[in-house]
């Protein structure tokens, strides 16, 4: 090296050098500068995207963890909650939550009189709409659970109307509430109001979490309880269906198949089953499980097995490649000290492919939690608004799950909607992330180069 | 929803039966764990504790005794819950009218409204409503079956035919006959293979190889799944396209030029504009993808530092790890705004949110980590070798990899992108949510148009008769979306298995 380029100092310059070149080289040095930014504008047009969408999704959704709630005295009078006045629980289921909501608003009327809170251009009707519709249902359930509470006065923070809610977050404002049904400038300017007194404010919506999907009407009650319990069953009888089968397979195509006919058929419908547009699994699980083998509808375990039939193949090849990466040496020393086939198998390779395996399983759960288009063809996009039972015969319940809860609220016409799609997708990914980071935390750990 | 695919029989009287195969399935399990310790022990004690004179370890004479009565118990009982519903409708039928028998709907009509009563009987029992004896002999000359059931909480669409409940008490007579039959059967099977298996153990017995073969036999089952999930899928698809085409002639389907499905008859399910939409699509997506993709690849390959690469790769990738319903969601609400205020509306291309624009350039986005990926790792395996020539020769990097490289790396980089457009063809969610529903053969990117994945699940969601061609239409198009995704996949694997240099 070193002598060639003394031998070089020593010549004379070239005419042309790549380094002080003519127009030729600065062209094609201009044209090397352009590539590498084409590169770098690559990477940053997608990274940028990437940004600009899990912002988006963030600043819209994390308001949904926020919620408007009105907090005043509520007496709980037995005259009107229990006409038979004998406390039992069958007299009082009849009155419905109309007359509760009749009582929470005037309940609420009370409170702002005695507050001194002017009600100007707001008519009594209005004033109920300031509460939830869905309020009235949780005091009557919450009554019915506990009639001793009767006749107490209790101070209640009780959900607002989903309008209000959209007020405090900046989603409605005065114009949109002069073209509003439900809504008028009049009775923002009392929401107004009613924050200086300290009625109205906003909580943490824990509500959000826990509570099952509401009706278009109620936005504000909407949560998304039914779909993290079911796609909790799901997941767990994915991982019951497809661990198993998943690593048996794995073994038989690694460790035992004779190269013939059938392990190359065997190998091609894996691959290809790893390429097949989720939605054709939607349509066998709606032809084989429902329509066939009559599987009740929206139930978490025909998604279940939908899902794993997707997941399958996936947890196939990552099994078979950390059964692959156990060294020949560890077998042939077991089958060496008289071990059979499958006890060599069984008591040395599989552990040590353990922790590729469970990497492995650990991101195809992640991808079956995400998967949502064929979920919408066996029914899980129904309304669902009671929990499924605990296992194992909330596994034939209809439920739903948190991806189809994101398009069903993002296919509703109130934009009070997508803050609660968003929210979801929120939830979503912080399961994803959670699943994800401890793959590779467990591939850091137990990582093993032979 | 519910209903939309025939009355399944579960709603009523499905709590019941799965609590006594449960019953039934731990029962089986406990005897298994039974015979593993009786049949361990029997081995030792056959050989008084001496391990050395039995043919296989212990361990391996118990697990013979557990396969011994599970697994025969276990297949019988599964050959008896497929066929326990077919043979009871043998037996009820005779009850029903023979004109209703004739007719295959009518019959599982007839069947499920059977089962129905029945399973509120069942229910009206368990409540304490009515004695067996009273469900076993009420008759509808005598008392209102119907109401008398909705006194307990089972509501009836109609008034209960007198033959409805002959068939439905027969129907109880032979359920719980062969529900308790189930069991002793089952039983009795398992409790004979245990005393089989401990007939069997003998210290020369090669309980071994015997539990070996059978575990050979599950990994054999549990590798066919792959090729059974093809088979369901084909089958599946297959059989209800040909019943579509029974109804609506396939040129029609084929060539087609409107697609206007009406459920009270009279459709039009012409494919072209699906097909159209999908590919108007697809080629966005692609035209977005490609560049960026393989701009990505190469940046990553050959110009960014290790460290930089260690960072920028992860990252893209997190784009592929997304669940497609939140592109779908920023398809939405985000991209489709945008593109309708920023371009649509000022060049006057029209005023829809959801178009071909939309979803196209929203599955570019996700189609790019698929893309530079692959090419990645294409253009890794493209040896050093030829990078030093071409630079000995003076080339700059970026002719290396123009003149050098990526010819080498082509067809690799043509499977990638055939196969990044056969995701893009069966992508659904990111369409569904983006595209529109129109189905139009129309040139305007910004127009709403409509794509084969969007019409399969807006067929098959909501009430759907499961008879008339414009539901069963989905399943043709499902099937022609499986074949066009098979043939461009198998098609990318021939052209980079054909074309793939060899390097040493």
Redesign the interface.
Known sequence: MTDISTSGAAAPRPAKS?LSGGREMAR??A??T???L??????S???G??A??LW??FS?GISAFKQAKLTFPVTLSSEVLDPAGNGLREEMTKVTTIGYGRLLSAAFKAELAAKGISTEGVSDKELADLISKDAPGVLRSEVLANPALLDTTELRSVLASGRIDGYLKGRVTRQTAERDGQISPAMLDLADRLMDAGILGTGFNSRFLTSPDASDQRPEAAGLGVAILGSAYMMLLVLVICV???V??S???EE??PKNRWTD??EV??S??A??????????G???F???A?????SPLVGALVLS?MT??TI?IATRASIRAVPPSIRDAALGVGA???QTVFHHVLPLAAPGILTGTILGL??A?????PL??I?M??FVDNYPAPP??GF?DPATAL??Q??SW??RSDPAF?ER??GA?IV??VF?VIM?VTAIILRRKFERRW | MAGAFGPPPFPFCRKLPLMTVLLLLSVILVIAGAGFFLGRGRALSRVSGNVRALHSLPGYYGWHAAIMTAMPALGILLVWLIAQPIVLERQVLPYLPADIVADSTERTLAMADVRRVAAGLDMAVSTGAMTEDEAGMIRTELTDVRSRLASVGVALGSDVKRETLQAAQAYRKSFGAAVLWRGIVVLAVALAGLALALRLTEPDFRARNRGEAVMLGVLITASSIAILTTVGIIWSMLSESLNFFSQYPASEFFFGLTWSPNFRGGSDLGFIPLLWGTMYISLVAMIVAVPLGLFTAIYLAEYASPRARAWIKPVIEIIAGIPTVVFGLFALVTVGPFLRDWFAEPFGFGNSGSSVMTAGLVIGILNIPFISSLADDIINSVPQSLRDGSYGLGATKSETVRQVILPAALPGIVGAVLLAASRAIGETMIVTMGAGAAAKLSLNPFDAMTTMTVKIVGQLTGDTDFNSPETLVAFALGITLFVITLGLNVFALWIVRKYREQYE
């Open positions: 790549i094609r040095n044209a090397e352009r590539f590498k084409y590169g770098m504008l690559a990477i047009v997608s990274l995207v990437l600009v969408m988006t999704i819209d198993p089968l998943g048996a397979a073994i038989y195509l035992f198949a058929l065997v419908n894996i290809n089953l390429a097949v547009p989720s939605i054709v699994f939607g349509i066998l709606l032809a084989v429902i329509n066939f009559k599987f009740p509808q929206s039939l399958l193949p196939i059979s086939k499958m992640a991808s939690l995400g998967e949502t288009a919408l063809l029914g996009v129904a194992v015969e034939f991806p189809v994101v398009y993002a296919s997508i799609s968003s997708i979503l990914l994803l994800n």
